[in-house]
């Protein structure tokens, strides 16, 4: 089973956040009206195996977004954080 540590309430189950999507993916800037930026940004995926990061929001909890490192091959879980503060040093 799937143990997220959000930042604000500690290890809780995977079954109170809500996946969001690959955290290394830049958002095309706000505003542009470049298309096949935007076709890229929403609907291309890469399917990584290993390390990772990604977006999740504790939805049944503090409602935050986070980012989480998580192991794509051993579903391993590492070190997160707010997405709005940036990965910790
Ligand atoms: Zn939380």
């Known amino acids: 089973m799937l143990r997220?540590?959000?930042?604000?309430?500690?290890?809780r189950d995977y079954t109170e956040f809500?996946?969001?999507g690959d955290a290394?993916?830049?958002r095309p800037v706000h505003g542009?009206?470049?298309v096949r930026a935007w076709y890229e940004?929403?609907?291309?995926f890469t399917n990584p195996k290993g390390p990772h990061r990604e977006y999740w929001q504790h939805v049944q909890g503090c409602r935050q977004w986070l980012v989480l490192e998580r192991d794509t091959a051993t579903n391993t879980v590492g070190r997160s954080w707010l997405a709005r503060t940036g990965a910790p040093s």
Do not use: N, Q, S, W
């Open 4 to 11: 997220i540590p959000c930042p604000h309430c500690g290890e």
């Open 18 to 20: 809500r996946y969001a």
């Open 24 to 26: 290394t993916k830049r």
């Open 32 to 34: 542009t009206e470049d």
């Open 41 to 44: 940004h929403v609907f291309l």
